[in-house]
């Protein structure tokens, strides 16, 4: 059930928010202890929240579309009353949060019923988590966004939260085989997560369809004054972007690294993305990347961990044994570099970007698969991030939605990627996209 | 006489470029052997291109106010034929550039006549020039834009372009009693200049009144590609601004360092302009810096540091020996800054460009002394950039105008300061603060 869905049937009263409530609690209780998506759920507060919309539905103030619908929040994510934990040894006593992010607070004033907090990798980077993909426990989900991504694909909620700073939003979404928005760097206040880094953090949700991720987005986007990272850019509708228009798209598609890297499963996968978009009308052109492409992984990461290793610098120096081995290596990473390495990452960031805009001319979107293979058999690594972090870097919205599953079962996934600060064409292309794929599988009802 | 009065002449046919190009040429042959704020000047191009204009608009093609004006560059800004020297012993031999920065051919297409290149200290850093302040040559004219704020002020030209990273606009046009105006960051693209830092460098104008620099900042203003920090933001007519308008402005005074470091001269000029201000209608109120304004200094300089290091780095190492003792220092020191270092410092950048905006909220602009004293009786320095480095960290527009003359007959002046991007506004209340107070001192004739 999708949240559209969900939410047509609550305002005519055909389903109550409690009841939808209570069908979550239940699948948790049924799938949760093998796939472990949940860091904590507030059993009692969501169900008081979803009891309170009902009676404000049937007072007649219906919020809108995400009014009593069910979510779950990455756990670097502030929700009041619950500790903010972030998957970290170091936070493992933290107190309950005395006030929510401001997404959090957004989702809420929007009607969002608040289930609980999703597990993350520790503090949102590479070591991986404890939670299982849904279509097969044997796979990684993806990270760092790994239990919102889970949750989401395995129906224990209906959309959640997450973040991405290289591809931690696309990576899950593509092997767990939902929708996944990463929107422009700015679009959404960070106020109130556990930074990674603020020059490539973009907080976004996870869905079942590319409605679904439009309407949380439409809820979450905007200034906020206390993420000054937050642009006071104007939000579109992104919801009626997605309905049904005039005219087929013009897509770009990436080749290089994107084809290079891709597995069989992969190719394929995109392949019959491509077939199922001209057959609908689309034109396919090829994409080239600016010259600036082959450094664009180096500056990433120089950016990512300089700003780290300045988040942590002073915990670190004492505790360091505390963290996980993937992130102290990222922080020592971070610890070594120059100021002047920082600054020319920084400016060829900022090249880049403008370089950029010449790739987006005379297209809607650019095309490229989602992550170079499906969710790999390994529990010791997330993935993959190569084919997402180019977009982190470049501060461009991202949709990632699946399109064909793999020999072995697993979802392989698309991404999709517009201009800064227009979600509302990306959305109108992948909602046209989603329709032109017409992927409808769902991992298995008992995952193994 | 100022941009707008001989354009009046020029377009009605009663002065002709060609005069205007050669008085400015007379003015240097009689005063820039004292005042040498020349570095070069192209006298055939100039009385060619004044020959051009002047056959234009007896053709009926008046481009606008600009057109015939005999206008003097930044040594750090590319024009067509000149050579880019930066003030540098590194690029005495440098060849001449082979095409224009994006605001000098901005300015062409105005209309303007380049006159030359003028001087700047080595790499628009500390290390004075040999340029003499027009009121009196014992006095340094500041820096780094020291040519273009001594031409301007001794009638070698009508407008000038410089450029600030800390104080380099405001400081020289305070020292020199014209009018100076730093943009906001990204509102005019650097494309074509030596840069110092692209986190906090600002081509800006310098001309003798305030619809001077308006009239020039009108022309270089807008988004370039060439320049990714250039920012996409629309350009209003800074002109029509500074046109006599209704009501007086809400003015808050900044107080703290900007009083406490402020010599007697500098606290009457700002004294007389407080009650100029509010004889005429105007209300001054106190205004609260936010509390990060301490470290302000500190983290500019990092980001400054950083920067120009990167910019340097490679050429440094081979010829240290060559740059002044000065940037020499500069550069050293951000080799020596960590990136942790800089990601803090840019980090702190953003939250205080979103903390600034509550101090701006409920006044029109800040008002504070332009800098601590006048100009120091001193050749070996370029003066303090103390009170201007904060608004070039902010990125706020700033415009710095005359206000009376200190005791020893060298003026003094205040610095107005607006909202990021709105500088039509910051234009409105400079132009009525400029008939409010009323200065119209000159400097000598034949300056001694």
Known sequence: MTIREASQHIRLGELSPVERVRSCLDRMDAVDDRIRAWVVVDREGALSAAKEAEAEIRAGRWRGPLHGIPLGIKDIVDVRGLPTRAGARLLADAPPADQDATVVSRLREAGGVILGKTVTTEFACFDPSDTRNPWNLAHTPGGSSSGSAAAVASGMCLGAIGSQTGGSISRP???????????????????GFVPVSFSLDHPGPF??????????????????????????????????????????PRIGMVGGLFLDRADEDVRRGLEKARQAFETCGATVTGARMPEAFGEVHRMHRILM???????HQAQFQDRKADYRPGIRGLI?????????????ARWRQIRFKGAIQETLRGVDVLLTPAAPTPAPQDLTTTGDPVFNSPWSYAGL??????????????????????????????????????KAIGFNARPPEQPS
């Not at 990463?182 to 960070?190: C, E, I, N, Q």
């Not at 990473?333 to 600054?343: F, I, R, T, W």
């Open 173 to 191: 979404a593509a092997y767990c085989g939902v929708v996944g928005c990463k929107p422009t760097h700015g679009r959404v206040s960070a106020h």
């Open 305 to 311: 961990c300089a700003d780290l290793a300045a988040y």
């Open 207 to 248: 869905a079942r369809s590319v409605a679904d991720a439009a309407l949380l987005l439409r809820a979450m986007a905007g200034y906020d004054p206390r993420d000054p990272v937050s642009a006071p850019e104007p939000v579109a509708d992104y919801v009626a972007a997605c309905a049904p228009g005039e005219g087929a």
């Open 397 to 434: 919205p991202t949709i990632v939605l699946p399109v064909a599953l793999a020999r072995n079962g697993l979802p392989v996934a698309v991404q999709l990627v517009g201009r800064a600060f227009r979600e509302a064409d990306l959305f109108r292309v992948a909602a046209w996209a989603e």
């Open 332 to 344: 020592e990473e971070g610890l070594a570099l120059s100021a002047v390495d920082g600054a020319g």
